[in-house]
């Protein structure tokens, strides 16, 4: 069946804007967790959902950081008024539900210039 | 909160011989011990995990170590291939919580031919 997918691939966005980054996680699943990832580091927590409520937020950076996942699948992470330190991979991952095996995106790589 | 140090952040091996990779995590209620193999570019992927009511798990050319009592775990490779050539990450988490994973930094394995 079709894996986690993460739209866009890539974006590229200049400093001060506003961005979206979209998570399809795996059919069924109800647990999904955001992620982001730093060249030559391990993935930091930032999210994480189980069904549509956000169970623990507590990796957000600080509040230009939310998400959504308003139907219990689809999520969306949005980022104001960004910042070049904000640039990274974002991985999406999902799972049966808290406590199994989490599938991973292939990622959003931003850049923020 | 939880804090998990991976070493050796880099690996290289002969083709043929074992490769070990340790991580050490502080949080004592961590539970759930993944570890996942990232090629160039693309997602990470789970390898095998090990929960905490066991001592040792294996798959194949794979194994993973527990000791709770010193808070350190470990991934054996065994036999090794050029096709495991990739960055490796340890996360430690608590199971209830699953999605609150800590990664490691890596360790980047290469397998020479």
């Known amino acids: 069946g079709a894996g986690v997918s993460q739209t866009p691939s890539n974006k590229v966005t200049e400093k001060g804007k506003y961005v979206e980054l979209r998570c399809d996680p795996i059919s069924g699943h109800t647990a999904l967790y955001w992620y982001r990832q730093s060249l030559g580091q391990g993935p930091e927590f930032l999210i994480y959902f189980q069904g549509t409520g956000a169970a623990d937020d507590s990796g957000l950076p600080n509040d230009r950081f939310f998400a959504v996942r308003p139907e219990g699948s689809v999520s969306t992470l949005k980022i104001q008024r960004t910042e070049r330190g904000d640039s990274a991979v974002y991985l999406c991952?999902?799972?049966?539900?808290?406590?199994?095996?989490?599938?991973f995106g292939p990622g959003t790589r931003l850049t923020v210039t | 909160g939880e804090n998990v140090e991976q070493h050796p952040s880099t690996l290289s091996v002969q083709e043929g011989d074992s490769a070990v990779i340790k991580c050490t995590y502080s949080d004592s209620a961590s539970n759930y011990f993944p570890w996942y193999k990232q090629e160039l570019g693309k997602r990470p992927q789970l390898i095998i995990d090990?929960?905490?009511?066991?001592g040792e798990k294996k798959d194949q050319r794979i194994a993973v170590t527990l000791n709770k009592t010193a808070k350190h775990f470990s991934l054996h490779i065994t036999e090794t291939q050029p096709e495991d050539s990739a960055v490796y990450f340890c996360a430690a988490s608590i199971n209830t919580n699953a999605g609150k994973s800590t990664f490691g930094d890596g360790t980047t394995l290469t397998v020479k031919p």
């Open positions: 090990i929960r905490s009511n066991v």
């Open positions: 991952a999902s799972s049966l539900s808290d406590g199994h095996e989490q599938y």
